[in-house]
């Protein structure tokens, strides 16, 4: 049955961006103060207060549509959008409406679940958040406003995607870009990264659109896919059934994992939308546009096809490597330091990821410097120690913030090379195990293991595993 | 002297002289609105202290000889002005109880200038008024016949003005609202172009159209209190960064080869025959001062008033829409929910004129509507604006009546708005293309009441058009005539 219709979706997004203050005032955006301190007369939308725009919104929504493959305006305007709620202290919001700052964009997503396509992104508008309400026990509900007039980012992609699995690609690309881009801190539960997704159903190869639901409340990736999944099939059923799905707004119940209409709320809301007096027209003249393009970092995706092509590593190291903007920088200074990129990707993927998870700090403070891992990395190249021995000598940085040379130097680390003192240990050796000698010569070569491990236990891992085979060989060949 | 011919130019020398004191003057003002308040009800809000204070530290600063134009000069305020820790009810009840956290810049800027703040004066509703009658603190009389309106919105502040109970004033002007209250007192009101001064802390009616400006005695002093109030604000988005310039310095520049011209739509039918011959009169005046007079059209007047009504009434709408109860002001609720708290705090709160409006607005940006009437109105603005550009090529100011009739009697036209809107008619243009215009007293009809003449400069023209006034007001002794009371 469920072959039978197409799912399509459309995604909003809000992008809570990290200006360090509000977008039309000078009140401070920081997370978790108390109560209605980030305020002014401004956002308190006290009677005469007038907004005035906060130029790293627009560097922030140019750098955000420059990335997603937009057309930037030369000329937006803000708009009122008109409604009333005790959390929205003028009555209306500043947003844009016609004439939005970006428009016309693209993200190209792939997986392994579907075929890589192309999701278009309709428009990027910048506009003021609202307040929050808090519903007391007993004491009625309470407004803070310390959110109020946060700057914000809203992305709205064409209705492009077919399924959840396309959903959540181009949500987390999204958010890996505007991330990147330092304009958004990507915290999904802060709300700092909101999606509103609109879906519908229609019998496939029909050619107009399905009516559609808006679905809120989508904190989490796995919350939106739960959601999206439940109401293709709650339409699908209800369609099947002989009904008709009405267009509104549902809340997504994460306890419950259903969405829910949200009854009470006017269906069709008349935004009275109109250009805000208060605000000129915003006019981003094409050397603007190109300064914020000069200063735009590398993408996750460029840099994945750089790691590929140029650095020659495999796909998935690359992937890996490039999701996010810290541990790319971390790789990049490591390679700069010591250009095998193949042994530095091991590294970084193996041990410092694995450290970080361990030990639960941020790649930016990993103790273990890129410049101090480039120092255990030339030691394995030039023979000094082993691989394994270089995990000994990460955890003793880890630990003490010394260099390589000088934990190898102090633990006397560094790997026996030297054929006279490793044809000591081997003779000890091949004395001590006349047995495991004799079967060896009699054909059984399997033991030679047996003998690299005794030797390299005698030497305390110190010894170069590469000689002690060849002298090995030598030594157990000459006795014949 | 008496109080009533106290000017900002005089008083300033009499004080940096120390002929006589801030605290001194101080006192006559406020011994004048008590002798006359009763009559006029021209203030909603009086500090007296707070003056007294303000005087108190002007006299040190004079006496330090670091007097600024202003500092010592007692002025009064429209209550539509932010006043840090003085009520602000912008004439409505439902900011009866209202105190700002924080000062207008205009009121900043007066108060580095050392003036005297004395009060709030009255005003319609949110601005929103041609008569001072619809004001939730009563209607304000006009002091040269108390039967009559003083004009509006701005009525209190052109009564205080020539009442004697200040010596200038600050009013708001969104389609006439400085100039014809101005009018019908017989002083001189002056609308900046749009963006000349700042409207940070202004109580928002109609934010595209609304401008600050100074109700004075003479001329000179509207010159003195423009030039203190006038420059860019960071914190107004919508002020320009443009220069101030001398106002007072260039006022003796005299009209002579100045084209001043008449537009024809102006002198209509419905014109007052006592107005028609005081600013006929005045056409001679400036013919005499050696201008070149010449008749002009700016052919879309006819469309003003109600292109005004829809973009003043769409924005108000909006603008209007805090006042809902949830932070300040007065809230009215029995009980019930959200939408009962909104209905009762609104409904109890705003009066008839501003309910009105509020309604008009709401229906000219609603959807299905938009295009035919806020968009239509937004285009015929242009069309206004680019007749008033066109005219300014051909002349250097335009000279008008300011309002069709003296001032009417009070409750005459309650009943019937649209007779009230059009008495606006001609100052709502000026708005609508963002220019300058200003009043000055030039004549009296029958029953003794004053009639002001409109001069129209060109956008960031106040240099030129304060020129042309004073050349005016030396030519004549209208501005010396003040109402007994």
């Known amino acids: 049955m469920k072959t039978r219709y197409e799912t399509v979706i459309g995604l909003e997004v809000h992008v809570q961006l990290t200006t360090a203050t509000k977008i039309f005032c000078g009140c401070s955006t920081a997370f978790g103060q108390s109560p209605n301190s980030q305020t002014c007369p401004v956002c308190l939308g006290l009677p005469g207060a007038l907004p005035v725009l906060n130029r790293e919104v627009v560097n922030a929504a140019i750098k955000t549509g420059l990335a997603t493959n937009c057309r930037i305006a030369p000329y937006s305007i803000f708009a009122r959008k008109n409604y009333f709620y005790p959390d929205l202290p003028k009555g209306y919001q500043i947003s844009q409406f016609e004439l939005p700052i970006c428009e016309q964009g693209w993200l190209d997503i792939s997986s392994e679940e579907f075929a890589a396509k192309r999701i278009g992104i309709t428009r990027i508008h910048m506009e003021e958040d609202a307040g929050k309400l ?72 029909q050619a107009e659109l399905g009516t559609r639901a808006e679905l809120k409340n989508l904190n989490s990736f796995r919350f939106i896919k739960q959601a999206i999944d439940y109401e293709v099939e709650r339409q699908i059923e209800l369609i099947e059934e002989g009904g008709k799905v009405v267009q509104e707004t549902r809340l997504f119940d994460p306890d419950a994992g259903v969405t829910r209409s949200m009854r009470g709320k006017e269906q069709a809301h008349d935004y009275r939308y109109f250009p805000d007096p208060d605000l000129l027209p915003l006019e981003v003249s094409e050397g603007w546009i190109a300064e914020v393009r000069a200063a735009l970092p590398e993408l996750p995706d460029q840099k994945r096809r750089r790691y590929e092509e140029q650095l020659g590593l495999p796909a998935y190291d690359a992937a890996v490597l490039s ?55 030339k030691r394995i190249e030039d023979n000094s120690i082993s691989g394994k021995i270089a995990k000994t000598v990460f955890s003793a940085i880890w630990q003490t913030g010394k260099s390589a040379d000088e934990v190898i130097a102090e633990r006397g680390l560094k790997q026996v090379s030297d054929s006279a003192a490793l044809a000591a240990i081997i003779a000890e050796v091949i004395a001590a195990n006349p047995t495991e000698v004799a079967e060896y010569r009699g054909g059984k070569e399997k033991l030679m293991g047996f003998f690299v491990g005794q030797v390299m236990k005698e030497s305390k891992g110190k010894a170069n595993p590469g000689l002690v085979n060849q002298l090995l060989k030598e030594h157990l060949q000459q006795k014949t | 002297m008496s109080v009533l011919q106290l000017t900002i130019s005089g008083l300033r020398e009499e004080l940096q002289a120390q002929r006589t004191s801030a605290v001194a003057v101080t006192r006559r003002c406020i011994e004048r609105i008590d002798n006359t308040d009763d009559q006029l009800n021209t203030f909603v809000s009086r500090c007296d202290d707070s003056a007294f204070q303000d005087a108190t530290a002007a006299d040190v600063r004079l006496s330090a000889g670091k007097a600024a134009t202003l500092t010592g000069i007692p002025l009064g305020l429209k209550d539509i002005f ?153 914190c107004d988005s919508t002020s320009v960064d443009c220069p101030v310039p001398d106002y007072q310095a260039s006022l003796r ?40 007079l010449v008749p002009v059209s700016l052919p879309h007047t006819d469309y003003s008033v109600a292109c005004y009504y829809l973009i003043a009434t769409a924005e108000a709408s909006s603008n209007l829409a805090r006042y809902d109860g949830v932070r300040f002001g007065v809230r009215h609720c029995t009980g019930g929910g959200l939408i009962d708290m909104y209905q009762q705090t609104r409904s109890a709160g705003f009066g008839a004129e501003v309910k009105r409006r509020i309604m008009l607005g709401t229906y000219a940006l609603s959807s299905g509507y938009y295009d035919a009437y806020y968009l239509k109105a937004q285009k015929v603005r242009t069309l206004i604006r680019q007749d008033f550009l066109k005219a300014f090529e051909q002349v250097d100011l335009l000279l008008t009546p300011v309002a069709p009739t003296a001032a009417f009697k009070i409750g005459e036209k309650m009943d019937d708005p649209l007779q009230m809107y059009l008495s606006d008619i001609f100052t709502i243009p000026a708005n609508l293309a963002g220019t300058c215009a200003m009043s000055i007293p030039c004549g009296f009809d029958a029953a003794g009441l004053p009639i002001g003449l409109q001069l129209i400069g060109k956008p960031f023209g106040e240099e030129e058009m304060l020129q042309a006034a004073w050349a005016f007001e030396q030519a004549t002794d209208w501005h010396t005539c003040r109402p007994t009371l």
């Open chain 1, 134 to 205: 808090l519903h007391a026990a007993n004491a009625g509900s309470l407004v803070d406003l310390n959110r109020a007039c946060t700057p914000l980012l809203e992305v709205v992609s064409e209705p492009d995607m077919r399924s959840a699995a396309e959903a959540i690609a181009y949500l987390k690309q999204l958010h890996q870009i505007v991330v990147y881009l330092g304009v958004c801190d990507g915290n999904m539960e802060e709300g700092s990264f909101r999606c509103d997704a609109n879906v519908s159903v229609r019998p496939v190869g």
């Open chain 1, 323 to 377: 999701a996010e903007r810290p541990l790319a920088e971390y790789f990049e200074a490591l390679v700069v330091r010591h250009n095998n990129p193949k042994l530095c990707s091991n590294w970084v993927m193996g041990e410092v990821l694995g450290a970080i998870r361990e030990n639960n700090v941020a790649i930016d403070d990993c103790p273990v410097t890129p410049e101090l891992l480039a120092g255990i990395l």
């Open chain 2, 82 to 234: 932010s006043t840090k820790g003085l009520r602000t009810t912008c004439g409505s009840k439902i900011l009866a109880n209202y105190v700002p956290v924080y000062d207008a810049t205009v009121v900043e800027r007066l108060r580095e200038q050392g003036a005297v703040i004395v009060g709030k004066l009255n005003m319609d509703e949110f601005a929103m008024g041609s008569s001072n009658e619809s004001s939730a603190a009563g209607v304000c009389r006009n002091p040269w016949d108390t039967n009559h309106v003083p004009g509006g919105s701005s009525g209190g502040s052109a009564v205080a003005v020539a009442a004697g109970q200040v010596v200038a004033a600050l009013g708001t002007d969104t389609g006439g609202s400085i100039r014809q209250p101005a009018a019908h007192c017989g002083v001189v009101g002056l609308k900046p172009t749009y963006g000349r001064v700042s409207r940070y802390g202004v109580i928002a009616y109609a934010s595209s159209l609304d401008q600050v400006g100074p109700i004075t005695r003479t001329v000179e002093d509207c010159a003195l209190l423009l030039e203190a109030i006038a420059g860019y604000d960071p």
């Open chain 2, 253 to 292: 520049d005299g009209v002579a080869g100045k084209k001043i011209g008449l537009p024809q739509e102006y002198f209509i039918a419905g014109l007052d025959p006592a107005v028609k011959a005081a600013v006929d009169a005045a056409v001679e005046v400036y013919r005499g001062l050696g201008a070149e």
